[in-house]
């Protein structure tokens, strides 16, 4: 057994060598992963959670497009850690081909602050009643897909109020109740015939606008400019707005019914053309657009031809068939009045932190005062 001499005698190899080994355990327990190792990884697991099948996404990169959609400090962990982690291994990994990069979305007068719970979050959205395809709606509009955005209550209220309700929803329900109302004032609910429709010049002008249109967003979409694409389709609405208008299609209805039909037809073709545009915007929207048009999501929400094609939008009058019965129109969009606005506002300044101590706080104040309610003065 061999010993080393100190100053302070004689220490054998074998306790150096055990307080050696017992110091490397703890530095092996006390080290973790660098998040930005770890974290991408949980791509794949979850995945993993969700289906056995999951190496039909991940190991499959001949059939698989990887798509990652993230905010600017987040890149160089997915475009140079990541990768190189799934190169690591040796094996055949799905690698990302596209990524999405936006700049910050800033809140009111500062910044979104995770930490430090400032701005709005999904627990916070839930309580407004603010319908979720208006969030998504506000959130993709003012997407910082080139520099730095703001949200403010006041912003939001003006793009449902305006674009939303007065555009979008006033189309849509514009055309689908002149199309239920009875007979004398309307269809009964039943699409007419309109023979000859691309004959009629001021149709025709609004099938070349809206086929533009969606180049135009097909275009932006394949190159994930979602806002830009989101924009493309809401054009399309304005234009029918302004079809509308100027065919007076309530004077057409006696004075010339087979124009009437034309341009209801084609409107008919037009709103069912946004429901397919707009639904990776707004889902649940595009759902409740099909169930008013009496039509199915999982059948009907296509505006291709059974080769992929997207000539059919150049004659939207040919959407949705003569003798098709719709459903029942309802409104799709309510106003977001100013009142509403000045209280979200007020809500929602300050922290989370500080929200949740200031509803704390009134709740026990309301239980005092009910209390007190009962308590006899003498």
């Not at 999951?54 to 798509?67: G, Y």
């Not at 081909?97 to 995770?114: D, M, P, Q, W």
């Not at 031809?305 to 939008?313: F, N």
């Not at 959407?319 to 019965?325: E, I, L, R």
Request: proline residues 5%; charged residues 25%; glycine residues 6%.
């Amino acid at each position: 057994m061999r010993s080393i001499k100190t100053r302070f005698g004689h220490i054998r190899y074998e306790y150096i060598s055990a307080v050696m080994r017992l110091s490397y355990l703890i530095s092996v327990f006390l080290q973790v992963f660098y998040v930005w190792f770890d974290a991408p990884i949980g791509y794949i697991s979850i995945t993993a959670s969700y289906t056995p099948d999951w190496e039909k996404w991940w190991k499959d990169p001949d059939n698989v497009e990887l798509f990652q959609f993230m905010g600017k400090d987040n890149v160089p962990f997915h475009t140079v850690m990541f990768p190189s982690t799934l190169l690591g291994t040796g094996e055949n990994w799905t690698m990302m081909k596209t990524i999405s990069v936006t700049e910050y979305l800033n809140y009111e007068a500062g910044k979104f602050s995770k930490s430090h719970g400032i701005g709005v979050f999904g627990n916070d959205a839930k309580t407004t009643n603010i319908p979720s395809e208006v969030w998504r709606y506000y959130l993709l509009m003012n997407r910082p897909e080139v520099s730095d955005t703001l949200f403010t209550w006041a912003d939001l209220q003006a793009k449902l109020n305006s674009e939303l309700l007065n555009n979008l929803g006033n189309f849509i329900n514009r055309v689908l109740s002149f199309v239920a109302k009875p007979a004398g004032g309307g269809y009964d609910s039943i699409i007419p015939d309109a023979p000859n429709a691309e004959s009629h010049p001021l149709t025709n002008a609004l099938a070349e606008k809206t086929n533009k249109w969606v180049e135009q967003y097909l275009e932006a979409m394949e190159k994930v400019k979602l806002k830009q694409g989101l924009k493309s389709a809401m054009a399309i609405s304005s234009d029918g707005n302004a079809y509308l208008q100027e065919s007076q299609f309530w004077r057409l209805y006696k004075e010339d019914p087979a124009t009437c039909a034309i341009v209801m037809k084609t409107s008919v073709g037009v709103v069912y053309l946004l429901s397919c545009l707009l639904e990776p915007f707004m889902p649940s929207f595009s759902r409740e657009v099909l169930h008013q048009l009496n039509m199915s999501p999982d059948e009907d929400l296509s505006f291709c031809d059974d080769k992929g094609e997207t000539a059919k939008a150049k004659r939207p009058w040919d959407f949705v068939s003569a003798g098709h019965k719709i459903g029942k129109p309802v409104p799709l969009f309510k106003e977001l009045k100013d009142e509403q606005v000045e209280a979200f506002r007020i809500k929602f300044a300050g922290s989370q932190a500080e929200r949740i101590l200031k509803e704390q706080a009134e709740a026990e104040a309301k239980k005092v005062a009910e209390k007190l309610k009962g308590t006899k003065l003498s």
